[in-house]
T-cell receptor, first 114, second 114 residues
Framework: DAMVIQNPRYQVTQFGKPVTLSCSQT?????MYWYQQKSSQAPKLLFH???????NEADTPDNFQSRRPNTSFCFLDIRSPGLGDAAMYLC?????????????FGNGTRLTVT | TQLLEQSPQFLSIQEGENLTVYCNSS?????LQWYRQEPGEGPVLLVT?????EVKKLKRLTFQFGDARKDSSLHITAAQPGDTGLYLC??????????????FGAGTTVTVRA
């Protein structure tokens, strides 16, 4: 089945130690997104790629970076994680821009910062 | 300020009871999507409503889009423990039609007790 896969499911890192989360998709969708979700809240969009075109949200901290080396893969790099960055990180894809086509989410990576 | 207000925030009911979740806005939306997120998983699309006044049924779930396309509701008949999860509504407001961003409601956490 076509899907969005995130690795790892759980990630523990130390305060200030860089961490990379990965996402792959077999849907061949043009758009890939990274969301941050804290306990039972709505997902918060960090940034997205439309093909190779990177779009950062205005309130996404500089600490968060992303890479999309090809259509299938997208990475979220957190350069210096703080305690406040502990959250579920969700990767999603869509065929077209949001608002037009629905999102397909991965199962998320739960990040713990110690 | 949330563009989409969901209510209630939490709902706990006994198996077999009915429930309704509301998603309201003062803005007009071209469409609204409903997602369900089970604990530890990513959100999964349930339905997209597009036409004002539209009613869609998905087994025991009934979704309605308001005539003015400013609100939506999700009604679950004879709820089962498997319906437990975070229900999120999401949409792109027409006044942001040139901006593709999907706005999420804060979600309704539904717990169905056996």
């Amino acid at each position: 089945d076509a899907m969005v896969i995130q690795n790892p499911r759980y990630q523990v890192t130390q305060f200030g130690k860089p961490v990379t989360l990965s996402c792959s998709q077999t849907l061949n969708h043009n758009v890939m997104y990274w969301y941050q979700q804290k306990s039972s809240q709505a997902p918060k969009l960090l940034f997205h790629y439309y093909d190779k075109d990177f779009n950062n949200e205005a309130d996404t901290p500089d600490n968060f970076q992303s890479r999309r080396p090809n259509t299938s893969f997208c990475f979220l790099d957190i350069r210096s994680p703080g305690l406040g960055d502990a959250a579920m990180y969700l990767c999603a894809t869509s065929r077209a821009r949001q608002g037009i086509s629905p999102l397909h989410f991965g199962n998320g990576t739960r990040l713990t910062v110690t | 300020t949330q563009l989409l207000e969901q209510s209630p925030q939490f709902l706990s009911i006994q198996e077999g009871e009915n429930l309704t979740v509301y998603c309201n806005s003062s803005s007009v939306f071209s469409s609204l999507q409903w997602y369900r997120q089970e604990p530890g998983e990513g959100p999964v699309l349930l339905v997209t409503v597009v036409t004002g006044g539209e009613v869609k049924k998905l087994k025991r779930l009934t979704f309605q889009f308001g005539d003015a396309r400013k609100d939506s509701s999700l009604h679950i008949t004879a709820a089962q423990p498997g319906d437990t999860g975070l229900y999120l509504c999401a949409g792109a407001p027409i006044f942001l039609s040139n901006d593709y961003k999907l706005s999420f409601g804060a979600g309704t956490t539904v717990t169905v007790r056996a």
